[in-house]
């Protein structure tokens, strides 16, 4: 079975662009998290989706947004891109609506210049 | 405010001994207690799991140690190997498992021949 996918997997954009990060979950997940990790350090929660709804959000900028779609993929968006948000952002899926076996996908580089 | 504080930062065992991280949480809503593996590049991988109403947990060579009075959780690597070497999380969430996670900052472990 497929895991969590994520695309893409490395991108360089520069400072004041935008940028759309996508993720797939694993077949029969509903539930769609999305994380932040900064170089040598956990992963950050940013936002939470269930059966297309927001479910939780992060401390992040409204800079941040995300949806999910009817097949439960997800996309995080980025506007008004600065330094500091160069990070690994991470999906991850799990069965239900739950926090717990959270399933991780492989990440996204992204690096803003 | 760092909810779970992790320690070491970094670890370095020799092939056959046994690794040890420790974690500590203070909100005593916490009721998950996940322990993640990252190697390089890579997301987070799900390795073993404990919830509060048990003291220990047992799968292949990992082991979750919980002192729900003290709010500490350990890891412990029994005959490290030095396929084991990456970064290990631990984890937490709250209200069985409905708030998302929220990770200790990583300890970089290396296993020596």
């Known amino acids: 079975d497929a895991g969590v996918t994520q695309s893409p997997t490395h991108l360089i954009k520069t400072r004041g662009q935008h940028v759309t990060l996508r993720c797939s979950p694993i077949?029969?997940?509903?539930?769609v998290s999305w994380y932040q990790q900064v170089l040598g350090q956990g992963p950050q929660f940013i936002f939470q989706?269930?059966?297309?709804?927001?479910?939780g959000r992060g401390n992040f900028p409204d800079r941040f947004s995300a949806r999910q779609f009817p097949n439960y993929s997800s996309e995080l968006n980025v506007n008004a891109l600065l330094l500091g948000d160069s990070a690994l952002y991470l999906c991850?899926?799990?069965?239900?609506?739950?926090?717990?076996?959270?399933?991780f996908g492989q990440g996204t580089r992204l690096t803003v210049v | 405010q760092q909810q779970v504080k992790q320690s070491p930062q970094s670890l370095i065992v020799q092939k056959g001994g046994i690794s040890i991280i420790n974690c500590a949480y203070e909100n005593t809503a916490f009721d998950y207690f996940p322990w993640y593996q990252q190697f390089p590049g890579k997301g987070p991988a799900l390795l073993i799991a404990?919830?509060?109403?048990?003291s220990e947990k047992k799968e292949g060579r990992f082991t979750i140690s919980f002192n729900k009075s003290a709010k500490q959780f350990s890891l412990h690597i029994m005959d490290s190997q030095p396929g084991d070497s990456a970064t290990y999380f631990c984890a937490a969430s709250a209200n069985s498992g409905n708030t998302p996670l929220v990770f200790g900052k990583g300890t970089r472990l290396s296993v020596i021949a």
């Open positions: 991850a899926s799990s069965l239900v609506d739950r926090g717990t076996e959270a399933f």
């Open positions: 077949s029969g997940h509903k539930s």
């Open positions: 989706y269930y059966e297309k709804e927001e479910r």
């Open positions: 404990i919830r509060p109403d048990v």
